[in-house]
Each structure stands twice: as structure tokens, then as C-alpha cells.
């Protein structure tokens, strides 16, 4: 089985959660949509950035594909509608190329990564009369340092984020963990805990018992993981506090 319709090379893959369609990217501004049941039926062309796509998630529901390009806006699209290419919502504030881009496991929040230092976090409301693609509320959030990736942990407490100091010339990596709930409710930068990892170069979460863990793999080819404890979940992290988490 060969699925053929990118002329550029693939450089990202996504099943929808029912696991009947595949969303790929490949290197230009289109992503393809496509009916794994038939593969001789053509894939929705998903047309509306202007420049490099980045990074696209889909909603944990599987209602929702969110792309974020070079173009410096973010795009929803809905994956239910009888016509998915025209079911586009722009998501716009951000003043850099998004460089990555998440939702939360169980409300309808998205958040994006910018180059421009900052985090956007979204709230997507349901569609209306005078706004058929859906709506949302908007919070931009200075971070300081360009973020380039983003993992989100299962329970929906954490956010974890790779980050590249602004000195381009010798940038120093490390990953910032931010709590949901802060960047949902709070106005202005909430403090995130920094992990001291400066050579993580990919983010994920693993299940484990009641507890999320924070793996991270580097250029080296070392994996490690990150326990952060319950007392952490419970209370609002300061940018002077020593962050209680734990290298396994």
C-alpha cells in the first residue's frame, strides 16, 4: 500500500484517534488528509498556509486538526465537516513562525510555540451562525526564549517545553514544565520549573501508576526520565523555588 499525493519529503504523521484517517506534512505550507478504508480515494488537500508547515496535533477527541506554519498563524480545521478544506478558523497574534503545537488531553485548549518568545493559548468555543468555523479566546504569553517543542502530560496538569536561549550564535537548551492550570487562568508569564536539561532535544510523557513522568531524549542518544512529585501538582512553582523533580 502506497499513499502518494506529497511531492516533498514526509516530516510528519498522524492517525485520527478512530484510526480510519492518516494526516501527513511534508516539506511545504499543505497537509493531506486521507481515508485509510480506501486507499484509492484522493486526500483532502488542507490549503491555507502561505509558507513551511512546522507541526500539526490533532485534538484528543479527534474533531480537531491544528496546524501551525512559517506564516506565523496557527489554522484549525475540523475534521467531522462535510467539507474539511473550508472548515479553516485562523488563530493569529503571534509575531514568529510557530515552531510547535499541542492541546491539552481533555479540555478544549490549544496551545502554540513561537518564535517570537511566547506561548499562545487557546480556547476553542463551539461554532455559531455568525462564526461557522468556531470561535476562541486568545492569551499570548511572553516566555523569553524561543520554545521549539511541546508535550503535554496525560492528566492535563503539565505542559513541557523545549526552549533555545536567544543567543543563536551558542543557544543554550534546557525544557520548562508549566502548569495547565496557570496558563489557563493566570494573566502575564506564570513561572515555569526549569529541568536543567540542555541537551533534550525530544519531549514526551509516559503513564506511570498515579504519576507523570517526563522522558526526554538527547543528541547523544541518552534517554532520560523525570519524576515530578505530587506536592508539585499542588502548588504554584516560583521562578526562585528549587523545582522537586528528579532524575531516575
Known amino acids: 500500500l502506497r499513499l502518494r499525493g506529497h511531492d516533498g519529503a514526509i516530516m510528519q504523521m498522524l492517525q485520527t484517534p478512530d484510526g480510519s484517517r492518516l494526516v501527513s506534512m511534508a516539506d511545504g505550507p499543505v497537509a493531506l488528509l486521507w481515508e485509510l478504508a480506501d486507499a484509492s480515494t ?19 477527541d479527534g474533531q480537531l486538526l491544528l496546524t501551525g506554519g512559517s506564516d506565523q498563524v496557527a489554522r484549525l480545521w475540523n475534521l467531522n465537516s462535510d467539507d474539511v478544506a473550508s472548515s479553516l478558523l485562523e488563530l493569529t497574534g ?19 510555540a513561537s518564535s517570537d518568545m511566547s506561548l499562545g493559548v487557546w480556547q476553542i468555543g463551539r461554532a455559531k451562525d455568525e462564526a461557522p468555523n468556531g470561535t476562541f479566546d486568545r492569551q499570548i504569553i511572553p516566555i523569553q526564549e524561543t520554545l521549539t517543542a511541546l508535550a503535554c502530560s496525560h492528566d492535563g496538569v503539565w505542559l513541557a517545553a523545549r526552549t533555545m536561549g536567544p543567543d543563536l550564535v551558542d543557544p543554550q537548551y534546557d525544557v520548562l514544565l508549566f502548569s495547565w492550570q496557570d496558563l489557563i487562568q493566570v494573566d ?42 505530587e506536592a508539585m501538582v499542588r502548588e504554584r512553582p516560583s521562578v526562585s523555588s528549587q523545582a522537586d523533580v528528579e532524575s531516575l
Do not use: Q
Not at 486526500?43 to 484528543?60: Q, T, V, Y
Not at 536539561?197 to 506511570?208: C, E, G, N, S, V
Open 42 to 60: 484522493k486526500p483532502i488537500e488542507l490549503s491555507g498556509h502561505d509558507r513551511l508547515l512546522n507541526a500539526f496535533a490533532i485534538s484528543p
Open 94 to 112: 503571534h509575531e514568529g513562525k510557530i515552531e510547535a503545537v499541542a492541546w491539552h488531553p481533555s479540555m478544549p485548549v490549544a496551545v502554540t
Open 188 to 229: 502575564g508569564s506564570p513561572p515555569p520549573i526549569r529541568l536543567n536539561a540542555p541537551d533534550a532535544k525530544r519531549l514526551a510523557f509516559l503513564h506511570h501508576e498515579n504519576e507523570a513522568l517526563l522522558v526526554t531524549g538527547d543528541r547523544g542518544g541518552t534517554i532520560s526520565i523525570y519524576s515530578v512529585a
